[in-house]
């Protein structure tokens, strides 16, 4: 198997997870029309980006699938929480 091919099989592998993940989070709860959303977008991040990034940790994906980035960001740019680009986080940063 060469490298391109170990690259491929991470990155399905981390996708495969992170569905998984984002399942289990989805079950834990009973969440508004919203929350329901965000979940969705929390579950597509980590399958994309995450897996695009060859990033296949168990733990660091149900971490990922468990936090409401949300949460951490400004009011204005929540809608964007999950979006793959950089937000302001404020003092010129």
């Known amino acids: 198997m060469d490298r ?7 990155g399905l592998t981390a996708a495969a997870a992170a569905l998984a993940v984002g399942a289990s989070v ?16 929390r579950r597509q991040m ?11 940790d168990p733990a660091v994906l149900e971490a990922i699938g468990r936090v409401p980035r949300e949460l951490f960001v400004p009011p204005q740019w929540r809608h964007l929480a999950y979006a793959d680009q950089p937000l302001p986080i404020g003092h010129g940063q």
């Not at 989805?26 to 977008?41: F, G, I, L, N, V």
């Not at 980590?46 to 296949?56: E, L, S």
Request: glycine residues 2%; proline residues 3%; hydrophobic residues 45%.
């Open 4 to 10: 391109r091919d170990r690259r491929v099989l991470r």
């Open 26 to 41: 989805s079950a834990c709860r009973a969440p508004a029309a919203a929350q329901t959303d965000r979940e969705r977008a």
């Open 46 to 56: 980590i399958a994309d980006q995450m897996a695009a990034r060859g990033i296949a």
